[in-house]
């Protein structure tokens, strides 16, 4: 079944980085979109970014729109949230999900947790 193990968060100050990482499995990952939500305390979840397969195509949130880059290495099944210049606003749980076309997949990995503080 289809499976997403995201990885890279932690803690950072304002204006720090942090790369993120999802490994998918059960299904052809190189076929389809891959895509980066966030959810923040008390917030719904939130679109942030984008990848088109083959990544011929890249989508930003305009909140993270010139900080945040995504990427995508077919070989390793593996899809990149690279967050530069962080703001506290930024603070949230990251998922990464695959586009099917018109939907995401039922199933949601556990996330990995962004907090920039100082």
């Known amino acids: 079944q289809v499976q997403f193990v995201e990885s890279g968060g932690g803690l950072v100050q304002p204006g720090g980085s942090l790369r993120l990482s999802c490994a998918a499995s059960?299904?052809?990952?190189?076929?389809?979109?891959m895509r980066w939500y966030r959810q923040a305390p008390g917030k719904e979840r939130e679109l942030v970014a984008t990848i088109s397969r083959a990544a011929g195509g890249t989508n930003y949130a305009d909140a993270v729109k010139g900080r945040f880059t995504i990427s995508r290495d077919d070989s390793k099944n593996t899809v990149y949230l690279q967050m530069n210049s962080l703001k506290p606003e930024d603070t949230a749980v990251y998922y990464c999900?695959?586009?099917?076309?018109?939907?995401?997949?039922?199933?949601w990995g556990q996330g990995t947790q962004v907090t920039v503080s100082s």
């Open positions: 999900n695959v586009w099917w076309g018109s939907s995401t997949a039922d199933y």
């Open positions: 059960g299904f052809t990952f190189s076929w389809y979109a």
